[in-house]
């Protein structure tokens, strides 16, 4: 089993930066596909990036070449480095675990408590 807890979110004007943070748990994390949902009020929670055990990430075309998701295992820590940061940007970020059928990614567990990001005209 593994046990996620996000962190690196807060406050930023547009344009700027924000390094997001996901702590895990478990031995089984260098195995593990990895995704960072998001969720703007009143919008469906979204697929913003993944990356695979061996390193293969992914991006929704809206935060392409702005994102970039990467990951330790030493760490146990998958990453989210957010540039350029866009008002639209703004919501609850979430990490998960997961695997890939195909070219769709299905989240395993449950949702941790996901940390906010706000972006400021």
């Known amino acids: 089993q593994v046990n996620l807890v996000e962190s690196g979110g807060g406050l930023v004007q547009a344009g700027g930066s924000l390094r997001l943070s996901c702590a895990a748990s478990?031995?089984?994390?260098?195995?593990?596909?990895f995704g960072w949902y998001r969720q703007a009020p009143g919008k469906q929670r979204e697929l913003v990036a993944t990356?695979?055990?061996?390193?293969?990430?992914s991006y929704v075309d809206s935060v392409k070449g702005r994102f970039t998701i990467s990951r330790d295992n030493a760490k146990k820590t998958v990453t989210l480095q957010m540039n350029s940061l866009k008002p639209e940007d703004t919501a609850v970020y979430y990490c998960?675990?997961?695997?890939?059928?195909?070219?769709?990614?299905?989240?395993?567990?449950?949702w941790g408590q996901g940390t906010q990001v706000t972006v400021s005209e």
């Open positions: 998960r675990r997961g695997l890939y059928s195909g070219s769709s990614f299905y989240p395993a567990g449950g």
């Open positions: 478990g031995s089984t994390f260098s195995f593990n596909t």
């Open positions: 990356i695979r055990s061996g390193g293969a990430a």
